[in-house]
């Protein structure tokens, strides 16, 4: 059974705190995303990895960084959290794609990270 | 630039009667697209999908047809179940860039009974 963990299902912190959300899957997936989702607004892409090492911004990479150290784990940082971060954070995994080919993303159960 | 709409933010529906959820896309390179399904609390899980060569995809209850002129794709649920109330997104994946999905705004579906 295909597995992204998130480290998290809650989370609370304090404005200007510098907070970690984990994310590990256990598909060997090249591909790792994070998501954020917010009412009205679906599902926006901060940054993704298609390999160790590498990152590309998302749509929305202001306020965010990334680190793929293993295949396996790509973890979120928010360097100075604010209160406009307060959302529903979601990783997602899939496998390399080609043009014409495509595989769907799975996706963790999500951190509801709040900001204080 | 929103590449992919979902107009209706919400739909309400009785139990046993069919569900429409409506996607709109404006990039025609766009070749496949996905429905994600999303209770609260709960990462979203894959639906069902439908490559451009066809213009309908079934599955069970649920069935995605998807008219290429019209950039429109819809989701029927037939018969809806108090079980379905969720959120529903659509998807398409952008090839050159990883096969990031980028994802329409959803659409909330209550089943009443």
């Known amino acids: 059974d295909v597995k992204v963990t998130q480290s998290s299902r809650y989370l609370v912190k304090r404005t200007g705190e510098k907070v970690f959300l984990e994310c590990v899957q256990d598909?060997?997936?090249?591909?790792m995303f994070w998501y954020r989702q917010d009412p009205g607004l679906g599902l926006r892409l901060i940054y993704f990895s298609y390999d160790v090492k590498m990152k590309e911004k998302g749509d929305i990479p202001e306020g965010y960084s990334v680190s793929r150290e293993k295949k396996e784990r790509f973890s979120l940082i928010l360097e100075s959290a604010s209160t406009n971060q307060t959302s529903m954070y979601l990783c997602?995994?899939?496998?390399?794609?080609?043009?014409?080919?495509?595989?769907?993303?799975?996706f963790g159960q999500g951190t509801r990270l709040t900001v204080v | 630039d929103q590449q992919v709409k979902q107009n209706s933010p919400s739909l309400s529906v009785q139990e046993g009667r069919i569900s429409i959820l409506n996607c709109d896309y404006t990039n025609s390179m766009f070749d496949y697209f996905l429905w994600y399904k999303k209770y609260p609390a709960e990462g979203p899980t894959f639906l069902i999908s439908i490559s451009s060569i066809k213009d309908k995809n079934e599955d069970g209850r649920f069935t995605v047809f998807l008219n290429k002129s019209a950039k429109h794709l819809s989701l029927h649920i037939v018969p809806s179940q108090p079980g379905d109330s969720a959120v529903y997104f659509c998807a398409a994946p952008s090839y050159n860039q990883g096969g990031k999905l980028i994802f329409g705004q959803g659409t909330e579906l209550s089943v009443k009974p």
């Open positions: 598909m060997d997936h090249e591909n």
């Open positions: 997602a995994s899939s496998r390399i794609t080609g043009t014409g080919t495509y595989t769907e993303a799975f």
